[in-house]
C-alpha cells in the first residue's frame, strides 16, 4: 500500500484533491457564491511535469539516513501555503525547492544536520506543518550560502509528560492539532487553541510564529499558553524555566515564541491545559451595520464577560458563509467553562447586544441549524475552498491586523476604501473586500479582511503583490500592525523593518549572533544574518 502522501502545492492531501469534473461542476456555484463570472478551469500541473532544479547539493553521506532528496519531498517543503505560495505550486514554478529534507529522529539527529548546515555554509529553513502564509518555510538563501535543506519537524511528537496537578503538558514540537488534542483528550484535557491551520499546523509552528487561535478574549495567542520551551541552536540548547511568571529579566521562552526559526529549532514545549469544556451556549446576534456592531463588540470586551468566541463579520463576509443574509453585520458569540454554567454570562452579553440594537439570529427553517454552525464550518473549509477558487481563476487572499479602538472607525473606512480602489485597479469590476473581528481586546480589535477578485491567468502573483504593497502600506502609516498573527516571514519583511524600532532590530541581530555565528538559521526572516 502507498503511503498517504500531502499535496505538493495545496491544502491537503493528494486523494483530497477533486477531479476535474468535479471542479467544473463546483464553478456555477463558486461564482455565485464570490459573485465574479467564472468561464473555465485549469488543472494544477502533475509532479512529474514540474521542472524542478537539480540539487545544487549532495547528501552528505553522515546524514544519509535521515534525509532524502525525492521528488515529491523537496516539492511539499518548497513553499508554504499562502495565495502566491499556492498559485506558484498550481503552476508548477518550484523556482527555489531545498536541495534535500532531512528527518532527524531526536535532538542528536539535529544537532548533527545543524552542525553540518553551520559548517558548510547551508541554510537551515524549520518546518513544522509548512501551513506559513508569509513566506516562513521558502528555502531562501542567505549571503555565502551554497544550498538549502529543510528540516522536517514530524518525528518530534507526541504527548511527553503530564502534570495533571500543575496542569501543564509537554508535548513534541512536530505535534500536530489533531494529534496533540487526540493525545490530551485521552487524560480529559485540552490545550483549547485551535487555528484555521489546526488540521497540519503543528505545537513548534505555532510557538515560532505567535500563532493566535480560534478563541477570541483572553488566551489568544500561544504564549498564552506556553509554560516553558526548549530548542537547539547551532550554539547549543536553549531552554526556559518552567515556571507559572517570573520576573527575573526578559523570558527565554518568550524570545522563542515568534522567534520564526532565526534562533533555532524549537524541539518541545510545556503548555497550560485545561480539562474539556463541560458547558457551553452560542449564539449569532444581528446589527444593522458593521460599525455598529463594532460598538457593541468594544463594550463586550471591556465587560469582563470575557466570552470564548465573539467574532464580527460585516454584511458581505457573513454571506460569503452562508452565516447570515446579505443584509446585517453578523457577530458569532460564544461563552464555555469547564466548571461552571454560562448562561448567566451569554444573557448579559445578549442584553448589551441589545442595547446596540442585535438581534438574535434565528435558526434556518430548512436544514436546520443557525448562523454559528455554518460559519464555523466555513471556517474550518476555507482552505480547501481557496484551491478550488485558484483552479477557478479567483484572488482569494487575506490580511489582518490590529489598531486600538478609538482609532478603528475612521481606520476601517481608510482600510477599505484603499483595498477596493488597489481591487479596482489591479483587477477591473467584480473584486469584493469583507472584514471581520477575529480578536478582541479591552483595548482594540484584531480586523480581519478578505478580498476576492477576478485573477488574470498566469498573472495571479503580481496581481495579488500590487494589491499587497497598498494594504500593507495603509496598515503601517495608520499606525496599525502588519500582522496580529499571521507573521513575519519573508512576505511581511519590509513592512516589519518600518514597525519595529532599529535599536530593538540590533539587539535581535545581536541574539541572533550569539546563538547562529554562521547565519545559517531560516535567512531572510526577521532580520538579516550576521555579516
Known sequence: MSERRRKHWGWGFEDQQPTLEQTRAAVPTISERVGIPLSHVEEPVPLEQVELPAPRLPIPPALAEICTDERHERAAHA????????????????????????????EQDLERVLEWCSTERVAAIPFGGGTSVVGGVTPQLGPGQSGAVSIDLAGFDGLLELDDVSRSARIGAGTTGPALEAALGEHGMTLRHFPQ??????????????????????????????????????????ESRRLPGSGAGPSPDRLLAGSEGVLGVITSAWVRVQPRPSHRA??????????????????????????ANCRLLDAGEAALTTAGDG???????????????????????????????????????????????????????????????????????????????????????RVMEVAREAVREVCGAGGSVFCRLTHVYPDGPAPYFTVLAPARRGEEIEQWGAIKQAVSDVLIERGATITHHHAVGRDHRPWYDRQRPDAFALALRGAKAAVDPAGVMNPGVLVEPPG
Open 282 to 307: 452560542s449564539a449569532g446576534v444581528r446589527f444593522e451595520t458593521f460599525l455598529r456592531g463594532a460598538e457593541c463588540v468594544r463594550e463586550l470586551s471591556q465587560s469582563g464577560l470575557h466570552p
Open 79 to 106: 513553499l508554504g501555503k499562502s495565495y502566491m505560495d499556492v498559485v506558484r505550486g498550481f503552476r508548477g514554478r518550484f523556482e527555489s525547492p531545498p536541495d534535500f529534507v532531512a528527518r532527524p529522529r531526536h
Open 327 to 413: 443584509g446585517h453585520a453578523l457577530l458569532v458569540l460564544g461563552f464555555e467553562s469547564t466548571d461552571h454554567e454560562v448562561e448567566d454570562a451569554m444573557a448579559r452579553a445578549l442584553a448589551i447586544c441589545a442595547d446596540h440594537g442585535g438581534t438574535v439570529a434565528p435558526r434556518r427553517e430548512k436544514g436546520g441549524g443557525d448562523a454559528v454552525e455554518s460559519w464555523r464550518g466555513a471556517f474550518i473549509g476555507a482552505p480547501y475552498v481557496r484551491d478550488l477558487l485558484v483552479a477557478a481563476g479567483v484572488i482569494s487572499e487575506t490580511f489582518e491586523t490590529a489598531v486600538t479602538w478609538e482609532r478603528f472607525p475612521a481606520f476601517h473606512a
Open 197 to 238: 491551520s489546526f488540521e497540519y499546523s503543528t505545537l513548534g509552528g505555532w510557538i515560532a510564529t505567535r500563532a493566535g487561535g480560534h478563541f477570541a478574549t483572553l488566551w489568544t495567542h500561544i504564549e498564552d499558553l506556553l509554560e516553558s520551551a526548549r530548542a537547539i541552536t547551532p550554539s547549543g540548547a536553549w
